[in-house]
């Protein structure tokens, strides 16, 4: 198993990348390919004490920014390092891909290099959140902002396809997120998507979800258009982070305080872990023929390591196989 | 100042609905009229020791129910608790309304009945959230599922005005929440508004904001489509819940920790306070002539009393005037 890794995506490029590639090789036991700058590379292991066992280089100079358009992946940057790990994919030097680097481009490249799975309209990004000791796959995390019912239709057989194969659940119950549980809810796409869900055998739909659905349990992948999964994706974030700081605020306000946050840490450090979603990984680019997963722009070390263990258990569980047999008996009877 | 309690509007009705009018009463030294079932109104009263002064009450029988169409209330139950309260603040009898019923038929009623001010195109339901000791409004939290950027213009100019009369901040910052803060992020919606607004000389603009926006203080009105806006909402305050029920799990998982959390009671408490949005009221449906306030259906007395006293202060700002006064001078040149 080779998980070829963009050296140089992310806010904590290099030194963040390298260190989780080096963790996912001790702890997974599979070989890690990663590009960017060579030198710059090699010395920021050495100078970290980083080992390079199963650690190998693809040299390349360039890299896309958080600030670059989405499309130079495919033509002005297609060699920089995001650029040459999607050809080194698509060439079939490695089994899956990892990118914390700028989602625009990891969007395109996957599409435009790697390709779509014959069939399907549109890729998704679709992170799988840690809610109660289980798992909600949110489909689509922003990919694409406009969407049309097939899409959404088609989300929700990649996502239930994705929880159960990667073992998440046997019989993935799919939802999708609007604004009442009420069938009538939501605007004329989310209303259209409802109804060809509600039709599709390939998957349990059980209806609308709210945006409170998620940690209720309601469903296990909760199928949204971009726009909206983006902001559901974006608000959970923001509330956490905010409760997490006035939080801190409260226990370290006296010494008193102090004393007692102390001796609760190990509790404090439980629930801080339930609630970090790039334990699971980062968002997988769902729909393209190839495992691509996208980290977290602000990916650590270990953040990383576990997008590189999400990638090579999506290669090795055969789901995308299962995504394109399952869109190919669906696209048959139109021909 | 007088205002109107629909008297069996919520989850906890009529007991909570009582307590937070007679609390409301007490504090704010105002007039309250309850409408609903006098009998069953003073019976749980008196049982509950809940003292009358300043509460007089205008029966009715009819109630509307969570599951009733929101039209009922202008029609097939205009003569139910909340549609009588709608009677009475169209005719002068009160200053202003809460209920914590059926939102929509809370919509229809403020749209048909109350009727919006001229010029204005849609009401939209607006809360505000506390963010850091500051304030940030939501505008449109679930109103319009459907909008057009000139919607989301006016509802950037009421947000503005509300803010800056209520007392909240002098010079609003607007922004607009999109899937990225770059100008040409969204849907063909969002980049029309965004056009508009940039364009809007009522309020300061300060572009797209992201979902996670809101705790970020970046700005004092987040305008949303009902849609988006009600994903927002929903996400946090199932984010909120969740992380306080894992929280509360880890502070009662031992003895040990169940002794030191007892300790740490006031803090929590001033956490909880800081989170808790009900404290500063309800959603208040800005875009029709009167003061009207919808609580969380799930309120208790507290939540009621705060959506009174921010009726009343709603009533006394001027605000609604300043509302009518902005668009009545943005309409004149269209003549």
Excluded: W
């Excluded at 509600?198 to 349990?217: H, L, S, T």
């Amino acid at each position: 198993m080779t998980v070829i890794v963009d050296g140089m995506g992310g806010d904590h490029a290099p030194l963040e990348i390298l260190k989780g590639c080096a963790a996912a090789v001790e702890e997974l036991g599979i070989n890690v390919i990663v590009t960017g700058p060579e030198e710059l590379l090699k010395k920021t292991m050495e100078e970290n004490d980083i080992a390079p066992r199963n650690i190998s280089f693809r040299h390349t100079d360039g890299i896309i920014t958080m600030e670059d358009e989405a499309g130079c992946v495919l033509k002005a940057k297609r060699n920089s390092s995001m650029g040459l790990a999607f050809d080194l994919l698509k060439n079939g030097e490695a089994d899956a891909m990892v990118s914390a680097g700028n989602s625009g481009a990891v969007l395109a490249g996957g599409t435009l290099l790697v390709k779509r799975i014959p069939g399907i309209k549109r890729a998704a990004f679709a992170p799988v959140l840690p809610v109660n000791d289980k798992h909600t796959m949110l489909i689509d995390s922003g990919a694409n902002e406009v969407c049309t019912p097939e899409y959404l239709d088609q989300f929700g057989t990649m996502g239930a396809l994705y929880m159960k194969h990667m073992g998440f659940c046997e019989n993935p119950r799919v939802g999708l997120l609007n604004n009442g549980t009420e069938e009538c809810k939501g605007t004329e796409l989310h209303k259209q998507a409802h109804a060809l869900m509600k039709e599709n055998a390939a998957y349990e739909f059980i209806g609308n979800v709210e945006g409170r659905g998620v940690f209720d349990g309601e469903c296990d992948v909760l199928v949204a258009d971009g726009f909206s999964g983006n902001v559901l994706l974006k608000s959970v974030e923001g509330t956490a982070t905010y409760i997490m700081k006035i939080m801190k605020e409260a226990l370290t306000s006296s010494l008193f305080t102090k004393i007692l946050a102390a001796m609760l840490k190990p509790k404090l450090r439980v629930m801080k872990k339930k609630l970090d979603y790039t334990e699971e990984g980062g968002a997988v680019l769902l729909g393209v023929c190839k495992p691509v997963v996208k980290a977290h722009g602000s990916s650590n070390a270990k953040a990383l390591k576990n997008a590189i263990r999400q990638a090579a258990n999506l290669a090795k569980s055969g789901a995308i196989d299962h995504i394109t047999q399952a869109i190919k008996e669906t696209e048959t009877p139109k021909n």
